[in-house]
Nanobody
Framework: QVQLVESGGGLVQAGGSLRLSCVAA???????MAWFRQSPGQESEFVAG????????DYTNSVEGRFTITRDNAKNTVLLEMNSLKLEDTAIYLC????????????????????WGQGTQVTVSS
């Protein structure tokens, strides 16, 4: 069992920035890590993912060039730097990890992931 705790959400004006953090209670070197988001009435959406090695990343098209995912295995942490925020980025952001032997794989399906955090709310205002 891996416990994940997200932080860093909040209220920000459109065009602003936030940095989300997800800390795992345990080593993360064996896991692919990702951020998903969920808006009211909608299914969760893959936002960004990073491979075990940290060398491969993937993003949903709508955040490409604005969001950056990084990881620090020494601190059991994955970060999501969000810039140029838009109203449509408003959602609950959830951290997820998948145990894998693949050092380069990044997975976009929610069903691929083994453990989830509780989420942190991001609200972008006009």
């Amino acid at each position: 069992q891996v416990q994940l705790v997200e932080s860093g959400g909040g209220l920000v004006q459109a065009g602003g920035s936030l940095r989300l953090s997800c800390v795992a209670a345990g080593p993360t070197f064996g896991y692919t890590m990702a951020w998903f988001r969920q808006s009211p009435g909608q299914e969760s959406e893959f936002v960004a993912g990073i491979s075990r090695s940290g060398f491969n990343t993937d993003y949903t098209n709508s955040v490409e060039g604005r969001f950056t995912i990084t990881r620090d295995n020494a601190k059991n942490t994955v970060l999501l730097e969000m810039n140029s925020l838009k109203l449509e980025d408003t959602a609950i952001y959830l951290c997820a990890v998948k145990r894998t032997i693949s050092r380069g794989g990044v997975y976009k399906g929610g069903d691929d992931y083994d453990y989830w955090g509780q989420g942190t709310q991001v609200t972008v205002s006009s």
